[in-house]
């Protein structure tokens, strides 16, 4: 690597889709194809459970505990934004952030259960914008069939069904879509493609951005 790589910032990449939708399995596909290509990249997910934040948060979808929807919607933001500096840190030190989920999962989950779409986005204001976006495009009623859900609070076919419309509301040009229905391996293909010519635009200078501007 020569100097001009060595000063390059590394990308902030972001997995969205309904729950079953298989992002998961494909954000540890993706991160170990990076690595073996000599990618300085870390695999991060929302919500972060290993927190105080996360381990209230982790407590509410398990059905343990019950909050108003609008605290449990700000403990959600303030589990980004406590992670906020250190993100920012890792990508201008060259590094590049797999994450699962991120504000937009903040916004669709909420809104779904009816808070207004707009104050469900301000908290969020200010945050780190992803360099890419990527949605697993998958129906509810597919990724109901799935396996079937497990218990936490969100996974249910009716619930999801919302979270799909304010998906739709969110989505804009710039998000990558991908059939999450296709074949595994063709999605883990299009999922590299799309990752890889992004982490190349970071590299050559790319402003990092801030939500939602
Ligand atoms: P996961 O660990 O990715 O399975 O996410 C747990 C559940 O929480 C899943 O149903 C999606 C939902 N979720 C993720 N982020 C947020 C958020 O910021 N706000 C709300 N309300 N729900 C979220
Ligand atoms: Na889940
Ligand atoms: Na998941």
């Excluded at 209230?56 to 980004?80: G, P, T, V």
């Excluded at 590049?96 to 469900?120: E, H, M, N």
Aim: glycine share 6%; proline share 3%; net charge neutral.
């Amino acid at each position: 690597m020569d100097n001009v790589h060595d000063k390059s910032r590394g990308s902030l990449i972001v997995l969205e889709g309904l729950d079953r939708s298989g992002k998961t399995s494909q954000s540890n596909r993706l991160v170990s194809y990076l690595k073996e290509k000599g990618v300085l990249v870390e695999s991060w997910r929302f919500p972060d459970r290993t927190t105080s934040t996360g381990q209230m948060i982790s407590a509410y979808l398990a059905n343990e505990s019950q909050l108003d929807d609008r605290a449990i919607h700000l403990l959600f933001s303030a589990n980004r934004w406590e992670k906020r500096s250190l993100m920012e840190s890792k990508i201008m030190c060259g590094t590049t952030l797999i994450v699962d989920r991120y504000s937009y999962s903040g916004v669709a989950f909420s809104a779904a259960k009816g808070l207004d779409f707009q104050w469900c986005k301000a908290p969020e204001v200010g945050l780190i914008a992803p360099d890419l976006v990527i949605y697993f495009d998958i129906s509810p009623e597919k990724a109901a069939e799935r396996g079937g859900y497990g218990t936490e609070r969100y996974e249910k076919l009716e619930f999801q069904k919302k979270v799909a419309e304010h998906y739709s509301t969110l989505r804009d040009a710039s998000w990558k879509i991908v059939d999450a229905c296709l074949p595994m391996d063709i999605v883990e293909e299009q999922v590299r493609e799309f990752a890889m010519a992004c982490i190349l635009t970071c590299q050559k200078g790319k402003p990092l951005n801030k939500l939602w501007s």
